[in-house]
Every structure is written in structure tokens, then in C-alpha cells.
């Protein structure tokens, strides 16, 4: 855990996550910093605490030790958001201070009695209500529900500027002693940036439309600094993560950079030699791509890369009367995040019957994929060479597509 200044009587304490799925599920492989922000006015407040995973906070308490501050002087606990990764400690925390008041929307109220059974010392807060904690920090909290549950508000320091946004504008990837964006080189920046849409695309992607209305709520606020719950803090240029995340949330719509996403699955190697190939094409044309392996990719990272992408090559075999199954995993899980509006190409063998392609078309309009599909290509056994060069025409059809869209 370490622990920096953000701006005149604010500070950061962070606890870096490795080696551990976030949610029960994403693969972390840069790991993932989860903050909490300490607010000194004549008041103390403390902002999504934080703690070791193992749920003991005795680390945090060795540097407020550090800050001079009391343990028994934090007169509140303010929870934007009720989920674990930020609340886990409460419990641990109120073993040693049971005075303190938890400043929350009713909807977090209704949370941590359900998950903590707590219910006592509890100040509700409304959109826009204010808290005065002295010396000029009086705090403002602003609704911003289903970024990322519906519980979250974000919390708005009128003196410094600084906006507590939670989930919002957070980040993967964990942070150092050089956590504050105008202490990165460009390189830094472009790996946060990276980090975010793989945070953005795994974790908030699904409330993309509530995204937009937070960022045109906030907007109406004098932001200087952008304090997240998770990765770096933005006091050089909040702008770039605002813009960055606007652009996230619009990718949903379906056009996004000029660039394909490739997933394929292949048994025997057959559906591998076509899909060979249309990385050749792609590269020849100069097209932006990437290529992920089902099952083998990570899941996460493979959302990132469709969710950036305007096209997508779905390639896989038939496997039973249906689609190679991680093939189909992937898709419910891409669909499950909403998606929508892609270009898109499926190629792939089968054997005897096919099956794959029904499946396919059943999935997309199950789930509203709303994807522009071209006529697909497939091949009995290996690829012939008649079957390549329908591939080929159909992937520059694709190329076409995906520029069509980006330039529209
Ligand atoms: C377990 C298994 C199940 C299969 N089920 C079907 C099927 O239901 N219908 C079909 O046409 N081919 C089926 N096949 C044949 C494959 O689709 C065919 O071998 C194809 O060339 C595999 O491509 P790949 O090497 O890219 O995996 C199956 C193959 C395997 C190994
Ligand atoms: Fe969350
Ligand atoms: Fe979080």
C-alpha cells in the first residue's frame, strides 16, 4: 500500500491486486490498483476505503499513522459505490472505530445492510447535497447510477476541483509511487490508456448509455483533478479520460477504430490454414488487426480488442451440428457486453453437415447483436484454393465495410 498527495489536504492510499481474477473472472495481467482518498478539512473523511485482499486494513492504519492522522478522528467514511473492491473493509474498520458515519446514497444504505448487516451512524445523501467538512472542502455528490451498480454517486471536492469518480474513469494496470499523470511519459500514458479500455470493456461496458449521462452530469462541474477508484489520477489533463471514455461509451454504437478483430478456433488446423491467410490479406492492406485463439485468449483482453474494432472475423468449424463451443462462449460473453453494430465475416470448416453458421445466425439475433454480417465462406475439410480466394474477396469486402463505417 502507498500512499501520495493528490492535491493540498488530499491524499491517495493505494493497494496494488495481482495474481487474482477482479470480479471472480477477469484475468489482471498488469494487475489492477484499487484507491481511497483521504480529505483533510476540519474534518476527516475517507473516500472508498481500501484494503489488503485479505480484507484486513492494518496497513492502511500504519499510514494514516504516516499522515498524522488519528484513526478515531475519520468522522466519515463516504462509500461512492457499495461493491466489494472498495467497501470490503468497512467491517474490519469499524472493529477498531465504531464512531465514524458512512456517508452513502439510500441505495448503498440498502446495500451494506444487506452484505455487512450495518445500519447504524448511516447519513443518506441525495443528488447535489452537500457536506461542509471545514477549511473550505465542502464535498458535493452527484448521482451516477449503473456506473458501474445502480448505488454509485461520485463525489466533488468544491475547493480543489477534484472529482472522487469511482468506477468511473478508472483503469487496470497497477500504479507505483509515480501514480498522477503529469508525473508519466507518453509510453505510461499510452499504457494507461490501453488499460482503461481493457478496464472499460470488461467491467462498464455494458452501461455504456449510463457512462454518457455521468460524463454530461460531471461535465456541468469546474473538474480539475479526476481521482478513480482504480489506476492513475488525472491532474494534468483530466480532459484525456473523459474524451477517452466518451470514446468508449460511442464505440457501442458499432463503428469505432479502423481496425478487425479476429477470433478463430480450429481442432485438426483446417480452419487455422484459411485463417492464416486472412491475417496475410489484413496485413497487405495495411488494416489495423488482431487475432485471439479461442479458448486460449484471455477473455478480457479479446473483449478490449472487439470493443475498439469496427470489424470482426469471426473463424471456427463445426463441432457437433453447431459452433466450435468457445466460440460460442465468447460470442454470449462479447453480446453480454453489449457489442453492437459491427462489421462482421465468419469463415470456417466442417466435415459432414455444417451446422456452425445456424448457430451462429441464431446467437447474433438472439441477442440483438444488431452485427452486419457478409456472406459467410465455408469449406468442406481443408481450404481449397477457390475457397481462399472467396475468402479474400469477402475479407477486402469487410476492409471496405469497415472503412465505410469509421468515415461515415
Ligand atoms: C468433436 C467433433 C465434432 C464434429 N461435429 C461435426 C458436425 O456436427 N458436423 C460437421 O459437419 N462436422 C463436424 N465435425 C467435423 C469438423 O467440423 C471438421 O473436421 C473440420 O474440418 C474441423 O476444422 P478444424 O480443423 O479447423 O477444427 C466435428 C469434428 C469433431 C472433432
Ligand atoms: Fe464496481
Ligand atoms: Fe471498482
Known amino acids: 500500500m502507498n500512499i501520495t498527495k493528490v492535491v493540498d489536504n488530499t491524499y491517495k492510499l493505494s493497494v496494488n ?6 470480479e471472480g473472472l477477469w484475468e489482471i495481467p498488469n494487475g489492477v490498483s484499487l484507491n481511497s ?3 483533510k478539512g476540519e474534518k476527516t473523511a475517507i473516500i472508498d476505503g481500501v484494503c489488503g485482499w485479505d480484507g484486513v486494513p492494518e496497513s492502511l492504519f500504519k499510514l494514516l499513522d504516516e499522515l498524522d492522522i488519528e484513526l478515531k478522528s475519520i468522522e466519515y467514511l463516504i462509500i461512492n459505490h457499495m461493491e466489494p473492491d472498495h467497501s ?3 467491517e474490519d474498520f469499524r472493529k477498531i472505530h465504531p464512531d465514524f458515519k458512512v456517508v452513502c446514497s439510500q441505495e448503498s444504505a440498502d446495500l451494506l445492510e444487506a452484505f455487512y448487516d450495518h445500519t447504524d451512524n448511516i447519513m443518506v445523501v441525495k443528488d447535489n447535497n452537500t457536506l461542509d467538512l471545514g477549511n473550505g472542502h465542502v464535498l458535493e455528490f452527484v448521482k451516477i447510477p449503473n456506473v458501474h451498480w445502480p448505488d454509485t454517486i461520485a463525489t466533488f471536492d468544491r475547493l480543489t476541483g477534484t472529482l472522487f469518480s469511482c468506477d468511473a474513469f478508472g483503469s487496470f494496470g497497477k500504479t507505483g509511487e509515480n501514480s498522477f499523470d503529469d508525473m508519466l511519459n507518453q509510453e505510461e500514458i499510452d499504457f494507461f490508456e490501453k488499460e482503461a479500455l481493457r478496464y472499460y470493456s470488461n467491467i462498464v461496458a ?3 448509455l449510463p457512462v454518457k449521462k455521468a460524463i454530461e452530469k460531471a461535465s456541468t462541474l469546474p473538474i480539475k483533478i479526476i481521482a478513480p477508484g482504480h489506476g492513475i489520477v488525472w491532474r494534468k489533463n483530466p480532459k484525456k479520460i473523459i474524451d477517452d471514455y466518451i470514446r468508449y461509451a460511442n464505440y457501442q454504437k458499432g463503428p469505432a477504430k479502423e481496425k478487425i478483430s479476429i477470433i478463430w ?5 483446417m480452419t487455422e490454414m484459411a485463417v492464416k491467410e486472412v491475417a496475410k490479406i489484413l496485413e497487405n492492406e495495411g488494416m489495423e488487426y488482431d487475432m485471439y485463439q479461442v479458448p486460449e485468449a484471455s477473455w478480457g483482453t479479446l473483449l478490449a480488442s ?17 459452433m466450435f463451443p468457445p466460440m460460442a462462449a465468447a460470442l454470449e460473453e462479447i453480446a453480454k457486453k453489449k457489442a453492437f453494430g459491427k462489421k462482421a465475416f465468419r469463415l470456417g470448416s466442417y466435415g459432414w453437415s455444417g451446422g456452425a453458421q445456424r448457430e451462429l445466425d441464431d446467437l447474433v439475433n438472439r441477442c440483438k447483436l444488431n452485427w452486419d454480417f457478409i456472406e459467410p465462406v465455408e469449406f468442406k475439410g481443408s481450404p ?7 475468402i479474400e474477396e469477402q475479407v477486402l469486402k469487410l476492409i471496405e465495410e ?3 463505417a469509421v468515415n461515415a
Do not use: H
Open 306 to 322: 472487439v470493443w475498439e474494432s469496427t470489424g470482426v472475423i469471426l473463424a471456427m468449424p463445426t463441432y457437433e451440428y453447431k
Open 37 to 39: 482518498y483521504i480529505i
Open 265 to 269: 478456433g480450429s481442432m485438426y488446423g
Open 17 to 22: 491486486l495481482e495474481d487474482m481474477l477482479f
Open 206 to 208: 455494458s452501461f455504456s
Open 384 to 390: 481449397k484454393d477457390e475457397d481462399l480466394q472467396r
Open 402 to 404: 469497415v472503412k465505410k
Open 88 to 90: 470490503g473493509w468497512i
